[in-house]
């Protein structure tokens, strides 16, 4: 079994920035991508960002690219989401997930999931 543990949401002005970070845990595992998501109240989950296992390739969706980095420490198994420029857009709850194998961006694809934590971005 895989745990996964967000951290780091709060609240935040437009324009400022949140660096959130995800722990996996649990068997020993390697060559699995992480993924980062999020779900606005009324919408459906939606992808953000994910990383391969070796951190050499990346994808993010069209809304964030040029303000959230993904990123990744596998000594500790660890992925980070750095937010800048931060907009009332992105106010969400947002998820980590761990999928075996190469990365996707399809919720459906990712088997392991954090509770999530709340990012609020004011106006």
């Known amino acids: 079994q895989v745990q996964v543990v967000e951290s780091g949401g709060g609240l935040v002005q437009a324009g400022g920035s949140l660096r959130l970070s995800c722990a996996a845990s649990g068997r020993t595992f390697s060559n699995y991508a992480m993924g980062w998501f999020r779900q606005a109240p009324g919408k459906e989950r939606e992808f953000v960002a994910a990383?391969?296992?070796?951190?050499?390739?990346?994808y993010s969706a069209d809304s964030v690219k040029g303000r959230f980095t993904i990123s990744r420490d596998n000594a500790k198994n660890t992925v980070y989401l750095q937010m800048n420029s931060l907009k009332p857009e992105d106010t969400a709850v947002y998820y980590c997930a761990v999928r075996f194998g190469y990365l996707r961006m399809k919720v459906s694809e990712y088997d392991y999931w954090g509770q999530g934590t709340q990012v609020t971005v004011s106006s």
């Open positions: 990383i391969s296992w070796s951190g050499g390739s990346t």
